[in-house]
Every structure is written in C-alpha cells, then in structure tokens.
C-alpha cells in the first residue's frame, strides 16, 4: 500500500530551473520512467535505493544525486521512516550532453560543499523576490558538477546511427498530447508493431507505453504548476479522462493532481 506524501512544488522564476520539488515518501516507490531535464536532489533523511540504466544505486544523505535525462530509472525507500528529499529539475541543456554518460556511470557525488550549496539554493528559492541570488547561486553549482563530470568522462565515442526506435522516439515527443496508435505508428515507419516495440525498448530500455505515459505525467506537473485547475489538466497533456491521469499521476507520485496542484507554492 502507497503511504501518504507530503509534498511541495513549484516553478520560480529562476531561468535554467524547471520545477523545484520536496517531499517526504513513506512507503511510494517510483516506476521505471525518463525526465527531459535533469534531476539533481539532496537527501534531508533516509536512504534512497534506485535503478538506473539496469544498475542498482544507492543514495547517503551525504550525497548528491545527478539524474541525466531520458536514462530510465525508479526509486524507493529501503528504510521504515521512508525518505525527505529536496530535488531541482534543470533544463536539458544544463549540462551538455556529453555528460550524460558520466552521470549515468556515477550518479552519486560526494562533495560536502556541493551539498551545502544546493541546500542553501533551496533555500533561496523559497523566497520570493530573490531570482538573482538564485541564478548567481546555480551558477556555481553547475560548474561544480560539470568539472567533477568531465574529470570522469571517458572519450567520446560515435552515437549510434539512427534507426526505427528514434523515429518512433521523435513521433511519440510529436504527438504527445493527441497520441496514436500502434499500427499507425507502424505503418508510416514501415515496420512491424512488434519489432517497433522490441527496437524501442532495447534502445532507450523502457517500453515506448511507458515513456508516453511518463512523458505526459511530466507534461501535467508543468500545467499544474503553471496554475491550469486540476480538471482542465487531462485533455492537454493527453491523458484519455480524469480518471487516467489521476490513476498514472498517483502511481508515479504518490498523490493525486489536486494534491500537487495544492502543494504549489
């Protein structure tokens, strides 16, 4: 059974961050799903165990722990009091993405300093008024984080050419809200339902089902957060009725939309 979560979340003024998100899970353990931007948290208390890219992790609250974007992973409590964490979505192009291998390699950095001064912006954040301290404040962060990732990137190496699963990858993030069905997707690559869905999922290692359904859910805490009413939320991020987005939203955060509409700062 989901224990309940305190939550709160909000959108500052702040360029470069995206949504700014506490909370405090009991017994919630997150599904596989990707995030489009990047994910940077501070534990207040508690131990966060977690999957990424297929490799089990897990996070000390002495730690800080950087999630690149669109490598699918989970998350949960492995202790009774369950976790409080404090987390910053960056924009995508926070970090450049040769640096999403690194993350993905050692998402877990131990730098006291880099703690404190996340904590500190959180802090910041907080209080309205105060958007350029917080910028000066992120500043410093990310180039903390950049060199600690560049002094462990391996050479780059050449992406691998271009196939089926990308372009169902860029049809999905095209039609996000209107959707489309599988056959459909099918026919304008020209390729079988099945080997869309094995190509898909073998290359970003997350069925292409569960990347919409996280994509959307990423799409209403945006709405939410920009102060569209809970209700009007399904139709635009393209969820079929209230009732499915309250269903995917509550299994990938614990609460319902109201709830984190409510949390809003």
Do not use: C
């Not at 208390?45 to 996070?59: A, Q, V």
């Not at 999630?67 to 992973?73: A, C, D, Q, R, T």
């Not at 209107?178 to 997707?185: F, N, Q």
């Not at 959307?216 to 939320?233: I, K």
């Amino acid at each position: 059974m989901v224990g309940e979560a305190a939550i709160s979340a909000w959108h500052p003024e702040v360029p470069g961050i995206t949504e700014v998100f506490h909370a405090h899970f009991l017994q919630h353990a997150y599904p596989v799903h990707t995030h489009s931007v990047w994910t940077l948290l501070i534990l207040d208390d508690g131990i966060l165990r977690f999957d990424l890219d297929k490799h089990d992790h897990g996070t000390l609250r002495s730690q800080v722990l950087l999630l690149p974007p669109h490598i699918p992973h989970d998350g949960r409590t492995s202790t009774p009091q369950g976790f409080r964490k404090r987390v910053i979505y960056l924009a995508e192009d926070a970090f450049g993405a040769g640096l999403i291998g690194p993350a993905t390699d050692e998402p877990n950095l131990s730098d006291p300093l880099l703690w404190q001064r996340i904590s500190q912006l959180h802090g910041v954040l907080a209080q309205p008024g105060e958007s350029f301290e917080s910028e000066a404040r992120l500043a410093l962060i990310v180039e903390r984080v950049s060199e600690q990732l560049r002094r462990t990137a391996l050479p780059s190496v050449e992406p691998p050419p271009r196939g089926v699963a990308d372009d169902l990858h860029d049809l999905l993030d095209d039609r996000l809200v209107s959707g489309l069905t599988l056959e459909e997707a099918a026919g304008l690559m020209q390729a079988t339902p099945t080997s869309l869905v094995r190509s898909f999922t073998k290359r970003f290692g997350i069925p292409p089902h569960l990347y919409l359904t996280g994509r959307r859910v990423e799409l209403a805490r945006e709405l939410l957060l920009a102060g569209m009413p809970a209700g009007a939320v399904a139709a635009e991020a393209g969820f079929y009725d209230q009732s499915h987005l309250n269903r995917h939203f509550k299994r990938m955060l614990g609460i319902t939309p109201a709830r984190y509409a409510r949390s809003r700062r």
